[in-house]
């Protein structure tokens, strides 16, 4: 399964590629923002975004990404350190499957995809 992560922080790049290698996903592709994320797509399953990126943000991605029908079932979990409900609930308007606040721990992540994939 091809596994997308986008968020500005190569760091946290790194902490999510790790984690996705850890429980089983070893096909992860990342990028650094929304655009970066637009042009890795092609053959994608599945999202990991931050919502706070230059260029484009996660919530203008996720919305990008509702907007196409290619991407329609594509779920998208946004790990963002927004943990007010008001985002959560415009995160979850736009289309998002479900929503991780940093810091989370490996196993939250792996629940999470869980959920989204239907495991």
């Known amino acids: 399964m091809k596994i997308l992560t986008v968020d500005d922080s190569s ?3 790194r902490i999510i590629k790790n984690t996705l290698n850890r429980i089983g996903y070893a096909d992860v592709v990342e990028a650094e923002h929304g655009v970066d994320g637009l042009a890795k797509m092609a053959g994608v399953e599945l999202v990991l975004t931050d919502w706070n990126m230059p260029e484009m943000d996660g919530l203008t991605f996720v919305k990008s990404l509702r907007s196409n029908a290619q ?27 479900d929503y991780i606040v940093k810091p989370f721990t490996p196993d939250t992540l792996k629940e999470k995809i869980e959920k989204v994939l239907g495991g």
Do not use: C, F, H, Q
Request: no cysteine; aromatic share 4%; proline share 3%.
């Open 11 to 13: 760091t946290m790049r």
């Open 71 to 97: 991407y329609n079932d594509v779920p998208i979990i946004m790990v963002t350190t927004e943990a007010a409900k008001k985002e959560i609930l415009e995160a979850i308007k736009a289309g998002v499957s």
